[in-house]
């Protein structure tokens, strides 16, 4: 499972200060220093450790730990704040305002946007939606297949008009289709490459312009480590991206990319995915994710 070795590594460093009774500033340097490690290990971005390591220390050698009576788990507590921060703060919702509301999934092939956009229809249809999935990669073979093999175990409707035409017009297409039928929710399951290249942009940047979508969310493989950061870069660069879905968390990623995004691209996670059942998909909640690591 994602974290595992930070959260026992911050856990057993962060410990050995709940048992003094007051702490020095070595102690918290020792500290500080061990959670850099661990972070840097975890594949979390240079310059985000440095940042958070400055500011916990400096919050660390403030008057709320040197007043406190419990001066370690007032550490302990600063650390799950600023890790809180890192990721977000707070949980960052779908924007359903426009109807029908178009959510545009985009990533590199393999990450799970497919998947993804699955389980997207079958949690938003639990929340008493009614989407509609769209099948825009028309390019790697048994795309549209799968998609509707996905709709189908999620009792959701799948659009499709083959592969001979182009993602632009199916994705217009799909609209008048969800307008006509009641779908307030249209899920573009877009095509990936195994790298950014320009053909690709290009033909997302026409969807985007001709759907002005309320959502485009990177369904981002966690496992890429500080690559996935790099993606999120990218695409944001081009796209405008309004979040970022993390998967495989169920994995061994070491957890660096849900660490890094947010502060390297201020792009919020919005959902993590933890398997490749439809229902491993949870909305993202930066304190949740802070106090799992911590214990
Ligand atoms: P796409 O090319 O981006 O559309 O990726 P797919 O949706 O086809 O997913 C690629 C592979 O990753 C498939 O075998 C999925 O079952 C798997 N997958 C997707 N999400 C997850 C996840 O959260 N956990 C795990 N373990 N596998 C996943």
Known sequence: MVFES???KLQSTLQKLTGKGRLSEKDIDAAMREVKLALLEADVNFKVVK??????????????????????????KIVNEELTRLMGTSEVKID??????VIMMCGLQGAGKTTTSGKLANKLKKDGKRPLLVACDIYR???????????????????????????VDISK??????KKNGNDVVIIDTAGRLHIDEKLMKELQDI??????????LVLDAMTGQDAVNVADKFDDMLKLTGVVLTKLDGDARGGAALSIRSVTDVPIKFIASGEKMDNIEVFHPDRMASRILG
């Open 51 to 76: 940042d958070f390591v400055k500011t916990v220390k400096e919050r660390a050698l403030g008057k709320e730990v040197l007043e406190s009576l419990t001066p370690g788990q007032q550490v302990i």
């Open 173 to 178: 297409a799909a609209l008048e289709h969800a």
């Open 96 to 101: 359903f305002s426009k109807k029908p509301t």
């Open 6 to 8: 930070l959260s026992d």
């Open 208 to 217: 985007h312009e001709a759907l002005e979508p309320s959502e485009v969310l």
């Open 141 to 167: 073979p048994a795309a549209i297949k799968q998609l509707q093999v996905v709709g189908k175990s999620v009792d959701t409707p799948v659009f499709t008009m083959g592969d001979k035409i182009s993602p």
